[in-house]
């Protein structure tokens, strides 16, 4: 299964309705992927992200767009259990 970011109009969709109460908020991005949508939540001025993804290969790949955003503080990936 390949790791897609959520589209371009999806994200806008969801700011908009979100609207300013992003800003300096705790957010929570669950099944993160290339984690697209709390890159997005930061860049509109979340306090704070928390990226959910259990999947290795998508974790990596958060892991470069995340790291150069200027407001990222270093994070940990947490193991999880994986279901039979």
Request: charged letters at 20%; a positive charge; aromatic letters at 8%.
């Given at each position: ?5 959520t ?28 984690g ?44 999880t259990?994986?279901?039979?």
């Open positions: 299964m390949a790791t897609r970011p589209s371009d109009k999806l994200r806008e969709t969801l700011f908009n309705v979100l609207g300013a109460s992003v800003a300096g908020a705790k957010f929570v991005d669950l099944y993160a992927g290339s697209a949508v709390g890159i997005e939540a930061i860049s509109r001025g979340a306090e704070f992200v928390w990226f959910a993804e259990k999947a290795p290969p998508a974790v990596a790949a958060a892991r470069t767009p995340a790291a150069s955003c200027p407001r990222a503080t270093p994070a940990a990936a947490l193991p259990a994986r279901t039979p």
